[in-house]
């Protein structure tokens, strides 16, 4: 990926959709101006490599080559992909760690692990590099330095159980590496985030993510039925069998953990043949509060679509001007995207009952081109957001979920903190909501801002996202849906958990790595 933003460098045209200029003048009063980037090789250091023999004991455990020390390698593991965190990467002067470390087998991630906690080193495990919520930070802590552990050569399919519907993964494999292998036995996993074609299978269950087919297949910690994770004081074999009664469901603590307990090596998923038959279509609602209730509907009978998700006015507009179709953007009115696969008969079935289900409640089936759009753009998302900030508008991304009882009163408190927030800052904006993942209890909620705060980024966005986040406690949402907790939401885990849960939590670390040295800071915070 690109070292100061997201994704592919040949897809970051730096270009901005002319219906999306409108749009940024019509609510912002801006117009957007190309900023001036700094080059990768003129970004300045403030921490300094690892020492010779820093060095020399960690080539023993992975060879030489595989111990880098020079000025790029540190850059591209500085840190992780929010805006906050581009912010930081862009400025002329930044941390980084004083190597990257990378292992080629789980002996090698235990001998890396064993020689940092002898020598004061701090270890961040390192996937795709995609996390958005502070834990990639090359913070040392109270250590003496921070390395980064890059999994990328402990990847590839292990095994395919095919009568099972099992396959076991190295935790480096990308997702579109294991969609590839899988794909050539005829399966598939079916778990597309945002982020599905940086992420790897590790980062998946270290942040407990949920992809955007989730209402068919569920989230990823559902997929996992099996882990093996190195931890300082010893490896784990967890999921011996499914639905064990065998005592506490250990393999569930390491699922979200962050890299906070340990590094995990080799993940075993639920995986499913191939769909024979896709649908994909799009309907339109008066407003977001009928939308949501038709999904709710959907959810709770059970018709089964594989992507269900609902666009607020303000991200049906965006969508719209993405496309050209400016005039359509201003009008009122909310969209939602519906995917059904499977067996052709299945799907069909399924498809009626959830078109049912909608009508009845309000839905009205729009053109298809609403969802080709979706599909075709579904991971071009932070390729936008690194546009506008190039060109000067802040934009981010935050979530949370709650039941669906609750769902308008989170909302509409999270739009407040944020307009609040904001306000205090002197910034117009403009905030977009869609629901893109159900539960027959709840959902979630992903929000994307937009405004027009200037200056130190990260500086002035901190104070307006604390009070969002006291905003989710207040309203009973929680404090992270999918995109974890890292070390921006740490301090809101402890009132989430309970001071009960909290010290639980921190004797389940001091147990796994009682020198602390597994990702400071992250998941738990320090006092």
């Known amino acids: 990926m690109r070292w100061d933003g997201w994704g592919d460098p040949a897809k970051a045209t730096g270009k901005l959709p002319g219906g999306v200029k409108l749009l940024l003048t019509a609510v912002l009063g801006h117009r957007p101006r190309r900023a001036e980037q700094i080059a990768l090789a003129d970004v300045e250091l403030t921490t300094p490599p690892l020492d010779a023999a820093d060095v020399r004991a960690l080539a023993a455990a992975v060879g030489a080559e595989h111990v880098r020390t020079d000025h790029e390698a540190r850059v591209l593991h500085a840190g992780g992909k929010s805006t906050p965190d581009l912010a930081r990467r862009r400025a002329r002067t930044q941390a980084a760690p004083g190597a990257v470390v990378l292992p080629g087998s789980e002996a090698g991630v235990a001998t890396v692990l064993r020689v940092a906690a002898e020598r004061g080193l701090a270890v961040v495990p390192f996937g795709g590099g995609t996390a958005v919520t502070g834990g990639l930070a090359p913070d040392a802590g109270e250590h003496r330095a921070a390395i980064s552990l890059d999994l990328r050569r402990l990847a590839g399919l292990e095994r395919l159980d095919d009568v099972s519907g099992e396959a076991t993964f190295w935790a480096g494999t990308r997702a579109p590496a294991a969609e590839a292998a899988l794909a050539e036995h005829g399966f598939e996993l079916g778990h597309f985030p945002q982020s599905f074609e940086f992420a790897s299978l590790g980062g998946f269950a270290a942040m407990r993510s949920s992809g955007q087919n989730s209402a068919g297949y569920g989230r990823f910690d559902a ?228 405004a027009g705060l200037t200056g130190d980024l990260a500086a002035a966005w901190e104070p307006v996202k604390a009070r969002v986040n006291d905003a989710i406690m207040t309203a009973g949402g929680t404090i992270s849906h999918h995109h974890g907790v890292g070390t921006d939401h740490a301090p809101w885990l402890r009132h989430e958990l309970g001071e009960h849960g909290a010290r639980l939590l921190r004797a389940m670390k001091n147990e796994l790595d009682p020198a602390g040295i597994m990702n400071p800071g992250t998941l738990l915070t320090r006092t």
């Not at 666009?311 to 507009?317: G, M, V, Y």
Request: proline share 4%.
């Open 223 to 450: 997929m996992v039925t099996g882990l093996r994770v190195v931890t300082p004081t010893g490896t784990l074999d967890l999921g011996r069998a499914p639905g064990s009664a065998a005592g506490p469901d250990l393999l569930r603590l390491f699922l979200g953990s962050e890299g906070a307990f340990g590094v995990i090596t080799q993940v075993r998923l639920r995986v499913h043949e191939l769909p024979a038959e896709r649908f994909l279509d799009a309907f339109t609602f008066p407003d977001f509060r009928s939308g949501a209730d038709a999904l709710r509907h959907v959810v709770q009978a059970g018709t089964g679509p594989t992507v269900i998700r609902l666009s607020d006015e303000a991200e049906t507009a965006v969508s719209l001007a993405q496309v050209g179709s400016i005039g359509k953007a201003l009008a009122k009115g909310c969209t939602a995207v519906v995917l059904h696969e499977g067996p052709a008969e299945l799907a069909r079935a399924r498809r009626a009952a959830t078109t049912a289900v909608l009508t009845a409640a309000g839905g009205r089936p729009a053109s298809r081109a609403l969802a080709e759009s979706w599909e075709h753009g579904r991971f071009d998302g932070p390729y936008l957001r690194d546009t506008l900030l190039e060109h000067g508008v802040f934009a981010e991304t935050l979530e949370t979920a709650t039941t669906w009882s609750n769902l308008h009163v989170l909302r509409t408190a999270v739009t407040e903190a944020l307009a609040s927030g904001l306000g205090a800052a002197g910034a117009k904006h403009r905030v977009l909501c869609h629901v893109s993942h159900v539960y027959p209890t709840g959902a979630s909620l992903y929000f994307t801002v937009v």
